[in-house]
């Protein structure tokens, strides 16, 4: 039961443009919500989280959008930037078990071309 | 301020052998999680755990599998008896402070991978 599904597996950008990376969850519980960005032969890096009580949450060049109703969320990078290019996971907490777990979506790889 | 660290980076066990992993939580951190990625799938989590202290086993399998985080030392996962099945990439995360609604950030390490042959 994938309770976090990112439904793009990739995701192709010109450098300078808007990068849209799109999360949805079934699970109502669901409380807090992340997105991580991970390299090859490394491990997950935190870029940005939201807690449910708020509809968006801003940091630089990254902004992550709630729409609860709809469970879904995105995360917006503008500009894109070579660098960017990553492997992007949203992950998911609460929903009736300990904070401790995340329950994390199948990633999506975003290429940004110069 | 160094990171979360996992050692080896790399291992490599026969089928029947036991692999252990280790986990260094960052400088502060109290709270240590393990979760595994299978080959083109997402991380799945294992075990969340404090000092001394098991918070969360839910994504343990119910056999072979163990864990620990002494007062002293680093968090360790123990795989008895390996199979060809548990070849994946193990990744340590830790936070400062027990998880919480509304704040749960947790930082990952390098990741073991982990090949059984």
């Known amino acids: 039961d994938q309770q976090v599904k990112q439904n793009s597996p990739s995701l192709s950008v010109q450098e300078g443009r808007i990068s849209i990376l799109n999360c949805d969850y079934t699970?109502?519980?669901?409380?807090?919500f992340l997105w991580y960005k991970k390299y090859p032969a490394e491990g997950p890096t935190f870029l940005i989280s939201?807690?449910?009580?708020?509809d968006k949450n801003e940091d630089g060049r990254f902004t992550v959008f709630l729409n609860k109703s709809a469970k879904h969320l995105s995360l917006h990078i503008v500009p894109s930037q070579p660098g960017d290019s990553a492997v992007y996971f949203c992950?998911?907490?609460?929903?009736?078990?300990?904070?401790?777990?995340?329950?994390f979506g199948q990633g999506t790889i975003l290429t940004v071309h110069p | 301020n160094a990171g979360v660290m996992q050692n080896p980076r790399h291992l490599v066990r026969r089928r029947g052998q036991e692999a252990r992993l280790r986990c260094s939580p960052m400088?502060?951190?109290?709270?240590v999680y393990w979760y595994r990625q299978l080959p083109e799938e997402g991380l799945k989590f294992m075990v969340y755990?404090?000092?001394?202290?098991?918070?969360?086993e839910s994504g343990m399998p119910k056999e072979r599998f163990s864990a620990e985080f002494p007062k002293e030392g680093p968090s360790i996962l123990r795989i008895q008896q390996v199979v060809r099945g548990d070849s994946a990439a193990y990744f340590c995360?830790?936070?400062?402070?027990?998880?919480?609604?509304?704040?749960?950030?947790?930082?990952f390490g390098p990741g073991t991978r982990l090949t059984v042959t």
């Open positions: 755990l404090q000092k001394e202290n098991i918070i969360d």
């Open positions: 939201i807690s449910s009580i708020k």
């Open positions: 699970n109502s519980m669901f409380d807090y």
């Open positions: 400088k502060g951190h109290s709270h």
């Open positions: 992950a998911a907490s609460g929903g009736g078990t300990s904070y401790g777990k995340l329950t």
């Open positions: 995360a830790s936070s400062p402070r027990l998880s919480v609604a509304g704040e749960n950030e947790q930082y």
